[in-house]
């Protein structure tokens, strides 16, 4: 599961937000870690759990939710006021339910920190010399 994004989702509708939590959890890209129905709810899971992303009504998404790496807007329909939402919370993406979900799940997939990149191999070898001198030298591969 190290390639699997967490997620915390943000809805306020309780049958939207079991079908998204559904959808990603099945998808096997991401794991929904909390689910939250208000602002407040939302920013705690945010500071708690400190996910790859945020799946939420622009509506819900403060500033202080925006520490997640990503935010992904998501509602059942656009509008003018839901847009403006999303923008001003920085938004990654702003995604309808439920005919974009296979965008969702794209986008939700890229938030992930890859580890295979961020790791680095080297050769290291260690010199030990009783009366000092000792050093240790690395060589990248």
Request: no cysteine; net charge neutral.
């Amino acid at each position: 599961m190290g390639n699997v994004a967490r997620v915390v989702l943000g809805l306020e509708e309780h049958d939207v937000a079991e079908e998204v939590m559904h959808f990603l959890d099945r998808s096997g890209v991401a794991r929904v870690v909390a689910t939250a129905t208000d602002d407040r709810q939302l920013l705690e899971a945010v500071r708690q759990l400190e996910p790859d992303a945020v799946v939420a009504q622009p509506a819900l998404v403060t500033a202080d939710a925006v520490r997640a790496r990503a935010v992904l807007a998501l509602d059942t329909r656009e509008s003018v006021a839901s847009l403006r939402a999303a923008i001003r919370a920085g938004a990654r993406g702003f995604y309808l339910w439920p005919g974009e979900r296979a965008a969702l799940a794209d986008a939700t997939a890229s938030t992930v920190a890859r580890t295979d990149r961020l790791m680095r191999r080297a050769t290291v070898v260690a010199v030990h010399a009783p009366r000092g001198g000792a050093g240790i030298i690395a060589h990248p591969r």
